[in-house]
């Protein structure tokens, strides 16, 4: 996929990016084998960004396999159904202290007084994070209520008629 569709497929998304506290990620552990595990992300208009512990499994995992699937669903009916999903690279930097995005994700989503208590817990929990961005290489949005379904959905509904 080339770059412009990728850009394209990302504004097609970007209300859910905007909105989306939490995706599922997949990535390949030490040993190989799968993984899809619950995290937290932060839209900055041009990355997707999650955190965790400098000392998370994952963070030794993505530095050896940095390959990795991303999906990010909204909507809980046929009508309100989205999702992104993204393959790409992830690019770790650990940082001291706490990422940027973890507090402001914190913020988009908690009233002022519980984002403030999250941050101090956050400040006294965390000698360092690791940020991991994302640079996709293939981006899909699907908005089923507004028709935009995958190719093959598709194909069958019309068939169907």
């Known amino acids: 996929m080339d770059p412009e569709q990728i850009a394209q497929e990302l504004a097609a ?7 989306a506290s939490m995706a599922r990620l997949a990535y390949n552990g030490l040993d190989g084998l799968p993984r899809v595990v619950p995290i937290g992300i932060f839209w900055t208009g041009t990355e997707i960004v999650m955190s965790t512990a400098a000392t998370a499994p994952k963070v030794r995992a993505l530095s050896a396999r940095p390959e ?3 999906t990010i669903e909204a909507g ?7 999702t992104l999903s993204v393959r790409g690279i992830a690019h770790l930097t650990v940082v001291d202290g706490v990422v ?3 507090l402001e994700a914190a913020r988009k989503n908690f009233d002022a007084e519980y984002a403030a208590e999250f941050e101090r817990n956050c400040r006294a929990m965390y000698d360092r994070m690791a940020r991991i961005a994302v640079e996709p290489r293939w981006a899909r949005f699907y908005d089923f209520g507004a028709g ?3 190719q093959f959905l598709a194909e069958l509904a019309k068939k169907a008629r």
């Open 100 to 102: 940027p995005e973890y």
């Open 76 to 82: 809980d009916g046929p009508g309100s159904a989205r």
């Open 68 to 70: 990795i699937a991303l």
């Open 148 to 150: 935009r379904v995958p």
């Open 13 to 19: 998304a970007h209300e859910l990016l905007s909105g």
